[in-house]
């Protein structure tokens, strides 16, 4: 039976070895980045993504804010984040009770079920199962009852420096990152370009 990398010497439209190697390169590591790509698409060299360049701006643009602005329109810019924060929780824990009492009442109805057969007892355990699991991740709304506090405590003593303080922390190592993650991408880019051109020209 043939494979997607070798159906087309079958077919007729693989001609020569190399262009079967050149398919069967684009298993490996160092053509990742077209492992979407049919396996007949020419090799195109690999190239940094503009992830971390993107992200490395953004962090640049947040330190620079953090510093230029003045405490009270940092005071306000956090109290906004707080309040939506809030929303966002309360929202939430609405859902989640919701989703929870719906769960719960199939739940009681799983575990009354009576199986007809002792053949049928293994799906009423599997019902009951599949609920409980359902409600440990998607019926338990205590971490969003948690924060809700941590807001209201923050809203109440909400400092411009401490705010400022942890926004250029957090832009500083965000730049660090950024640029040692780009700078790592763009090795990978040169190992696997050269990983490929090895290839290529040992055929």
Not at 40 to 50: N, S, V
Not at 164 to 181: N, Q, S, V
Request: aromatic share 8%; net charge neutral; proline share 3%.
């Amino acid at each position: 039976m043939p494979t997607g990398y070798t159906a087309g010497i079958i077919e007729g439209t693989t001609k020569t070895f190399q262009e079967f190697a050149k398919h069967c390169m684009k298993n490996f590591g160092a053509c990742i980045h077209m492992r979407d790509e049919t396996s007949d698409k020419p090799y195109e060299p690999r190239e940094p993504t503009d992830y971390h360049v993107k992200e490395l701006q953004n962090a640049k643009d947040k330190l620079q804010q953090a510093e230029e602005l003045t405490d009270r329109e940092l005071v306000e810019i956090r109290k906004g984040e707080l309040i939506e924060s809030k929303k966002y929780h309360i929202k939430n824990i609405q859902k989640i009770k919701v989703t929870r009492k719906k769960l719960d009442k199939f739940l009681l109805k799983a575990k009354a079920y009576e199986s007809p057969t002792k053949n049928h007892e293994g799906i009423k355990k599997f019902m009951i199962e599949q609920l409980e699991t359902t409600i440990n991740y998607d019926g338990d709304y205590s971490y969003h009852e948690k924060e809700l506090p941590k807001i209201e405590m923050e809203l109440k003593h909400i400092d411009a420096n401490d705010i400022r303080f942890t926004l250029i922390e957090k832009a500083r190592k965000d730049i660090t990152y950024h640029l040692e993650e780009h700078k790592k991408e763009l090795e990978r880019c040169v190992i696997s370009n050269k990983w490929v051109l090895d290839f290529i020209n040992a055929l």
